[in-house]
C-alpha cells in the first residue's frame, strides 16, 4: 500500500502557531500556541479549548480516549498536569504540584514530568519527589523521596526506576526497599534510555548504544555520531544517529544489518503495523517511506516550499499527518476517506 502514489486528503487550518501534533488513533490533537484542538482522521472539528495563562504546556502524552498535560512552572505559578477527554474536551481532573527548584538556582523551577502511564497510574517526577497518581480520580497514591541526585532520563520498570546520575552512572533504583540496588559506570554522558520488555537501551553522547540485561551491559554498538532516537522494529532495533544515517541492528545480538544515508539529519517516525519507517528530511523537504527490513525506500513525497515544521510525524489510519506553520495536512496512499454527511 505504501508504494501507491500519496494523495493529499485535507488541510486544516488552525490560524495559530502549531507547537505539537498527536493522535491517540481516534482522534488528531493539535497543540498551538493558544488553543488545543482536537479533529477526526477526515478533518472534521470535535472541540477546542482556550489554554489558561498558566497553561504553558511542554508535555503532551495521548492515550485511547485521554490527554495528559503537564504546565512548565515560572516564579508566579505552579507546575500542573491535567487529564483531559480527547472526544470532549472536558478536564476530567486537575493535579497542582509545588514548585521545585534547582539547588544551584533557587530562582529557577524544576520541571515536572510524566514519566510513565499503566491502565491505572499516572507517575510523576518533581524535584526529588516520584508520585503516584490515580489515573481515574487524579488523587495521590503514594509519594517516594529519591535520596540519588537524578541528572536527566527516568523510566518506571515495576517497581523500579531507571535513570542517569550526574556522575555518568545508570543506576537501577527499588522504590520498595528506598536504595539503589544496581550502578553501571558508562565513563560518558549519557542521553538516552530506551525499555523493550526485558531489555534496556541506553546511549552516550559519543554514539554508543548499549543493551543493558540482568543488570550487565550484554552488547555494545556504536554509530557515527550521538544518537537522536530509537525505533523498535520487531526483533531489530532502528537507530537515528546525527551522522545522517539510520542504522538497523539486531536486538538479540548488536549485529549491524545495515545502514542508509541521508543529506542532513532528519526525523524518524516507524508504523509497526504498516511495517515502514517515515523519514523528513527538513533541509530538502522530502518524505521518505522505507521497508523496515532492509532500508529501501519504496516512496517519497516532495513537500511543497519547503515550509513543514514538524515536531513529529503522525501516523492515523491510513494518513500520514504533517504541520506546517499553522496548519495541518494529512497525506495518504489510498483513496482519502470522506467528512461526514452534515445533513
Given at each position: 500500500?505504501w508504494k501507491?502514489?500519496?494523495q493529499?486528503c485535507?488541510?486544516?487550518s488552525?490560524?495559530?502557531?502549531?507547537?505539537?501534533i498527536a493522535?491517540d488513533?481516534?482522534v488528531?490533537?493539535?497543540?498551538t500556541?493558544?488553543?488545543i484542538?482536537?479533529i477526526d482522521?477526515t478533518?472534521?472539528f470535535l472541540w477546542?479549548?482556550?489554554?489558561e495563562?498558566?497553561?504553558?504546556?511542554?508535555?503532551?502524552?495521548t492515550e485511547?480516549?485521554n490527554i495528559l498535560?503537564?504546565?512548565?512552572?515560572?516564579l508566579?505559578s505552579?507546575?500542573?498536569?491535567?487529564k483531559?477527554?480527547?472526544r470532549?474536551?472536558l478536564?476530567?481532573?486537575?493535579f497542582i504540584?509545588q514548585n521545585?527548584f534547582d539547588s544551584k538556582?533557587?530562582?529557577?523551577p524544576i520541571l515536572s514530568?510524566i514519566?510513565?502511564?499503566t491502565?491505572?497510574?499516572?507517575?510523576?517526577l518533581?524535584g526529588?519527589?516520584?508520585?503516584?497518581?490515580?489515573?481515574?480520580?487524579?488523587?495521590?497514591k503514594?509519594?517516594y523521596i529519591?535520596?540519588?541526585?537524578i541528572?536527566?532520563?527516568l523510566?518506571?520498570?515495576s517497581a523500579?526506576l531507571?535513570f542517569f546520575?550526574r556522575?555518568k552512572?545508570?543506576?537501577t533504583?527499588?522504590?520498595?526497599e528506598?536504595?539503589?540496588?544496581?550502578?553501571i559506570d558508562i565513563?560518558?554522558k549519557?542521553?538516552?534510555?530506551?525499555?523493550?520488555?526485558s531489555?534496556n537501551?541506553?546511549?552516550d553522547?559519543?554514539?554508543?548504544?548499549?543493551?543493558?540485561n540482568?543488570n550487565?551491559?550484554?552488547w555494545?554498538?556504536?554509530?557515527?555520531a550521538q544518537?537522536v532516537?530509537?525505533?523498535?522494529?520487531?526483533?531489530n532495533?532502528?537507530?537515528?544517529?546525527?551522522?545522517?544515517?539510520l542504522y538497523?541492528?539486531?536486538k538479540k545480538?548488536?549485529?549491524f544489518?545495515?545502514k542508509?544515508?541521508?543529506?542532513?539529519r532528519f526525523?524518524?517516525?516507524y508504523?509497526?503495523?504498516a511495517?515502514?519507517f517515515f523519514i523528513?528530511?527538513k533541509?530538502q523537504g522530502?518524505?521518505?517511506?522505507l521497508?523496515?527490513?532492509?532500508?529501501?525506500?519504496i516512496n517519497?513525497?516532495l513537500?511543497?516550499?519547503n515550509?513543514?515544521?514538524?515536531s513529529?510525524i503522525v501516523?492515523?489510519?491510513n494518513?500520514?499527518?504533517?504541520?506546517?506553520?499553522?496548519?495541518v495536512i494529512?497525506?495518504?496512499p489510498?483513496?482519502c476517506?470522506?467528512k461526514?454527511?452534515?445533513?
Amino acid at each position: 500500500m505504501w508504494k501507491n502514489p500519496l494523495q493529499r486528503c485535507w488541510d486544516f487550518s488552525v490560524g495559530d502557531f502549531v507547537t505539537d501534533i498527536a493522535s491517540d488513533n481516534e482522534v488528531l490533537l493539535i497543540e498551538t500556541e493558544n488553543n488545543i484542538i482536537s479533529i477526526d482522521e477526515t478533518s472534521d472539528f470535535l472541540w477546542k479549548i482556550t489554554k489558561e495563562d498558566s497553561d504553558n504546556f511542554y508535555q503532551f502524552k495521548t492515550e485511547t480516549g485521554n490527554i495528559l498535560v503537564t504546565s512548565r512552572p515560572s516564579l508566579h505559578s505552579s507546575p500542573s498536569i491535567k487529564k483531559i477527554s480527547s472526544r470532549t474536551g472536558l478536564i476530567l481532573w486537575k493535579f497542582i504540584l509545588q514548585n521545585s527548584f534547582d539547588s544551584k538556582n533557587s530562582n529557577f523551577p524544576i520541571l515536572s514530568k510524566i514519566i510513565e502511564n499503566t491502565d491505572t497510574e499516572v507517575n510523576l517526577l518533581n524535584g526529588d519527589e516520584f508520585i503516584v497518581l490515580d489515573k481515574q480520580t487524579g488523587l495521590v497514591k503514594k509519594k517516594y523521596i529519591i535520596p540519588v541526585e537524578i541528572s536527566n532520563q527516568l523510566i518506571v520498570k515495576s517497581a523500579e526506576l531507571l535513570f542517569f546520575s550526574r556522575n555518568k552512572s545508570f543506576i537501577t533504583f527499588s522504590l520498595d526497599e528506598n536504595k539503589s540496588i544496581n550502578e553501571i559506570d558508562i565513563r560518558n554522558k549519557l542521553t538516552g534510555i530506551y525499555l523493550d520488555k526485558s531489555n534496556n537501551l541506553i546511549t552516550d553522547d559519543t554514539g554508543n548504544l548499549f543493551l543493558v540485561n540482568n543488570n550487565r551491559i550484554k552488547w555494545k554498538v556504536k554509530t557515527g555520531a550521538q544518537i537522536v532516537d530509537i525505533k523498535f522494529n520487531k526483533e531489530n532495533i532502528a537507530v537515528n544517529s546525527n551522522d545522517n544515517h539510520l542504522y538497523q541492528f539486531a536486538k538479540k545480538s548488536g549485529k549491524f544489518l545495515w545502514k542508509k544515508r541521508f543529506q542532513n539529519r532528519f526525523l524518524l517516525s516507524y508504523s509497526e503495523k504498516a511495517g515502514v519507517f517515515f523519514i523528513f528530511v527538513k533541509s530538502q523537504g522530502i518524505l521518505f517511506i522505507l521497508d523496515s527490513e532492509n532500508g529501501e525506500i519504496i516512496n517519497r513525497l516532495l513537500l511543497e516550499n519547503n515550509s513543514y515544521i514538524l515536531s513529529k510525524i503522525v501516523i492515523m489510519g491510513n494518513n500520514i499527518i504533517v504541520s506546517s506553520d499553522k496548519s495541518v495536512i494529512a497525506f495518504s496512499p489510498v483513496q482519502c476517506e470522506r467528512k461526514a454527511s452534515s445533513n
